[in-house]
């Protein structure tokens, strides 16, 4: 039987290598793609819940960004890249700084390793700030520094149509600088009573980014609202050692000892009067109050400093809160859905803090807020209620509050003449706002 040719090794070899060097080179390109983007790495171990997120190599560091996720602890996000003893000392630390178990389920942060080693830990601990931890020789330097945006100012206007809200989504915003234009004017505007069509703002904000992606608004530097032709401007500014502060063209505080209504967006459903027919019960009676409908479990903002003196159920009030403040005041808060974290007699509470939601607990016929106050015992009507204002600039720095004012106002006015219109200025040194 004829048997064919045996072919040798070599042969095969010499036949077949184009191919298999074609195949090395393809898998060689691949794999150092991988590597230079990041989306290939192995891991060993440190920093398993940090890794989930993703990192970037290089050929001895490894950066590893992520959010906390819920469950997370610095020991978990550190976990391998650290002893315990080292834990125990980092958050000896920190304590005085930023408490480790205050770091919370959605922080952004930053793990660096050098050569498999903990090199560096930083993570975003409010809007502004960032908690940094860095390996030195004698252990560690836990520091809270600035994050490091970078800012542009930004002149933004619009006219209502329907509302605030509305209209700051509409000239591309975000509804966070809504909430940021009533919180500042809250003592003075009504937003669902006071603002109507035609109505009009301006502001300069901060636009910031970070690592050249947007990071969303910063301080908001100067606002104006037209309502009914009756001009509010506000003005943020240092005043010395002081915190910043809102404060109009004249240097007067915005913050008064009241706000103008404990919810930031409502209507009034029903008056301050001696005789009303309830709705319930069909009895004449007084409703020395003000009631304001919103939805089921919107928050509601405590008027005034003060000290809670009552926080339960009543027959009539439902879930309520009483708040006691200086010179006689007290608030009362009533038909609640629920209290606010913590609400007991004794507490002190902040002008703004969250008391409570709104609910129909008790005789109502619906969601609403029912809301009271009294002098000395007396009740009030709270539209008539005149707040005297916070202390205002001081002497000392009065000459650089005007010309901080000129500045905003010059900047304010530079948007093209437009109803709804957004300009991007240049970032001078603006005065007063460190």
Same mark, same amino acid.
């Given at each position: ?280 019960? &069909? +009895? $004449?009676?007084?409703?020395?109050? *003000?009631? !304001?409908?919103?939805?089921? %479990? ?6 005034? =400093? ?40 004794? &507490? +002190? $509470?902040?002008?703004?803090?969250? *008391?409570? !939601?709104?609910?129909?607990? %008790? ?6 807020? =029912? ?64």
């Amino acid at each position: 039987m004829h048997m064919p040719p045996r072919r040798s090794i070599g042969c095969l070899a010499r036949r077949f290598m184009p191919a298999i060097a074609a195949v090395c080179i393809v898998g060689a390109a691949l794999l150092t793609q991988k590597l230079i983007t990041g989306s290939f790495l192995v891991h060993h171990g440190p920093g398993d819940a940090a890794l989930r997120n993703g990192a970037t190599a290089d050929d001895r560091v490894r950066i590893i960004n992520g959010k906390v996720d819920s469950g997370d602890t610095v020991s978990s996000l550190l976990d391998g890249t650290i002893s315990p003893s080292e834990i125990h000392e980092l958050a000896t630390k920190s304590r005085d700084i930023f408490p480790l178990n205050r770091i919370c389920a959605g922080m952004p942060y930053r793990l660096t390793l050098e050569d498999g080693s903990f090199k560096r830990f930083s993570c975003d601990i409010v809007d502004a700030d960032q908690l940094v931890v860095t390996r030195t020789k004698g252990g560690f330097a836990v520091s809270r520094e600035a994050i490091p945006y970078t800012v542009e100012i930004v002149s933004v206007r619009g006219t209502i149509e329907s509302s605030l809200f509305e209209t700051v989504v509409k000239i591309g915003e975000s509804e966070g600088l809504a909430m940021q234009l009533a919180d500042i004017f809250a003592w003075d505007i009504d937003f669902f009573q006071d603002i109507q069509s035609g109505d009009s703002f301006e502001a300069l904000i901060e636009k910031r980014t970070r690592e050249g992606k947007p990071a969303g608004n910063g301080r908001l530097l100067a606002a104006r609202f037209t309502v009914d032709d009756q001009v509010s401007q506000a003005f943020y500014f240092r005043d010395g050692k002081q915190s910043p502060a809102y404060y109009d063209e004249n240097g007067r505080s915005l913050k008064k000892a009241f706000l103008k209504a404990p919810l930031s967006f409502s209507r009034i459903s029903s008056g301050f009067t001696m005789r009303r027919r309830h709705p319930i019960t &069909k +009895r $004449v009676r007084p409703h020395p109050a *003000i009631d !304001y409908a919103a939805p089921r %479990g919107t928050p509601i903002h405590t008027v005034g =400093d003060g000290t809670v003196v009552f926080a339960a159920y009543k027959r009539y009030n439902g879930k309520c809160v009483k708040v006691r403040h200086r010179n006689g005041w007290v608030t009362l808060y009533n038909h609640m859905s629920r209290f606010a974290k913590g609400m007991r007699p004794g &507490k +002190r $509470v902040s002008q703004g803090q969250v *008391i409570g !939601y709104v609910g129909s607990t %008790g005789l109502s016929t619906g969601p609403h807020l =029912d809301f009271r106050m009294y002098k000395n015992g007396s009740p009030v009507n709270p539209l008539r209620v005149k707040s005297p204002p916070a202390r205002p600039v001081s002497r000392a720095h009065m000459a650089a509050f005007k010309m901080m004012v000129a500045e905003r106002v010059a900047l304010m006015e530079t948007t093209p003449a437009r109803d709804t219109a957004r300009a991007t200025l240049p970032a001078p040194g603006l005065r007063g706002i460190n």
